[in-house]
Each structure stands twice: as C-alpha cells, then as structure tokens.
C-alpha cells in the first residue's frame, strides 16, 4: 500500500496533524494500534481532570463549545472530545494496527505493521511522549509485600490493597492521586522531589511543602514517616551489603 504521509497514533496530535495535512490536500493515513484516544480511555485513571480551562482546549478547526468554558474536563470528556474531532474532519483511520518498524527506503520510508506494510515520502510519530512508564532503580529494593504500580495501571482507590500509601512524585499526576487517595479515607505519603513544587492540596492540605510530605491531609518531613523509613533502610541495608561485597 503506497501513500504521501503516514501519521502513526490516532490522539489529539495525531489527528491535528490529519487534519493540516487534509487542508494542503496531502495523501495520507492515520494508524493506530487500538481505537481513538485509546490512551485517555484506558490508560487514566477514572478522576483525572484537566490542568487547563475548557476554553483553552482547541484542535485545528475545532474548539470546546460547551457550556462551562472555565471548567476541567474529565477523562472521558477529553476521550469524547477528541473522537468528535476525529468524525468532524473525517480523519483516514486505520484502527487496530499495530506499527511494528519504520524503516528507509528508496525516496522514503517502509512502515510494517501486523496488518501489512505502507510505502510513503514522509512518517509522522504521533504516538505520545509519556506512553512508557519509568521506574527508577530504586524501585527493586521495596519489599515483595508492597503492591507497587504506575499511574498507567492505576484507576481508583478500590483496586488498592489495605493499608497506607506512598505516592512517590508531587507533579500534577501524583497530587491528583494522592488527593484521591487520601479522601477514601487512607493515609497517604505524597514524596517531593527537588522541583518543590508551588501549591499542593491534598486533602485539608494547602501551600508550600519545600522537601516535606503530605500525609492524611498534613505535611510532615521525610524522617516522621514509617513508610518513609522503612524504605529508606531497606536501601542502607542494600548499599552496606553491596559494599561488604566490594571489599
């Protein structure tokens, strides 16, 4: 199968460019390995809402038009609103493909994917930039009995075990999860890193942190939580043992 351009992943950026591409009449397709904003379907969490104001939300051509422009949008709602997009500008969909190599080829590229290849001048990668979680190396050492996920995995409090917990990351992700968490009724660290972020609300929690913790609606320092420690000698524990072993 030949064509001009191939946009690889079918969510918001993915689509604007359809659409850009769709005005300069450019002979193109879209691929995508499940269905239209598949990631803000299936890999959010329920609760996530929207940093910025619904009036902000735009795409080429296309704009919120509902009633609460200075609201958030749900998770759903921006699922919505970018399949709305999708039908509006009669995007050239290819759902339920897989891109499995983009290789050179003579004046262009060979995309290959599990339902055959496509030739093409130009590919465009529009497959998200946050769509493989990192975990840090220190994330071997927390003990087998600590069920440990990424927000990828995570959708509400009902699929967390009994007990406390430590979000690790104070950026937008992490307060919207601990605030979740903490108003299930849980106890809740959430771990600041050296961005020290300007606002937090977690709970009853509001203001500065500055390298301190918020648990069960409260700031407290590293060193007054248990979950803290616990952590914190488990990876003592590693680095003597691997240093008796250096020796």
């Known amino acids: 199968m030949r064509t001009t351009a191939v946009v690889i992943g ?29 990631s803000w379907r299936k890999e959010r969490w329920d609760s996530l809402r929207l940093l910025t104001p619904n009036w902000q939300c735009r795409l080429p051509g296309f704009a919120y038009y509902g009633p609460d422009q200075d609201g958030f949008m749900t ?21 339920g493909t897989t891109v499995t190599s983009v290789r050179r080829a003579d004046e262009g590229y060979v995309v290959t994917t599990d339902n055959g290849q496509w030739r093409c001048a130009t590919v465009v990668l529009a ?22 996920l990424t ?28 605030a979740e968490v903490q108003r299930s009724g849980r106890g809740v ?4 890193g050296d961005h020290h972020p300007r606002h937090l609300q977690c709970g009853r929690a509001r203001g500065r942190t ?32 691997a240093a008796r072993d250096q020796a």
Do not use: W
């Open 75 to 95: 998770m759903p709602e921006v699922a919505d609103f970018i399949s709305e997009y999708a039908k509006l500008i009669a995007a050239p969909l290819v759902c």
């Open 151 to 178: 927000p990828m995995g995570y959708r509400n409090p009902a699929q967390l075990a009994e007990g406390g917990v430590m979000v690790v990351g104070a950026s937008a992700t992490g307060v919207q999860i601990a």
């Open 210 to 241: 500055s390298g301190r913790r918020l648990e069960g609606g409260r700031a407290i320092r590293p060193e007054q939580s248990p979950i803290y420690r616990q952590f914190r000698d488990r990876l003592r524990h590693r680095a003597d043992h």
């Open 10 to 38: 079918a969510g918001q950026s993915g689509l604007a460019m359809s659409r850009c591409l769709s005005e300069r009449s450019v002979d193109h397709v879209v691929l995508e390995r499940n269905d239209v904003a598949n």
């Open 127 to 148: 497959t998200g930039a946050f769509n493989v979680a990192t975990v840090p190396a220190f994330a071997a050492a927390v003990p087998s009995a600590v069920t440990t």
């Open 189 to 192: 660290v959430l771990a600041v």
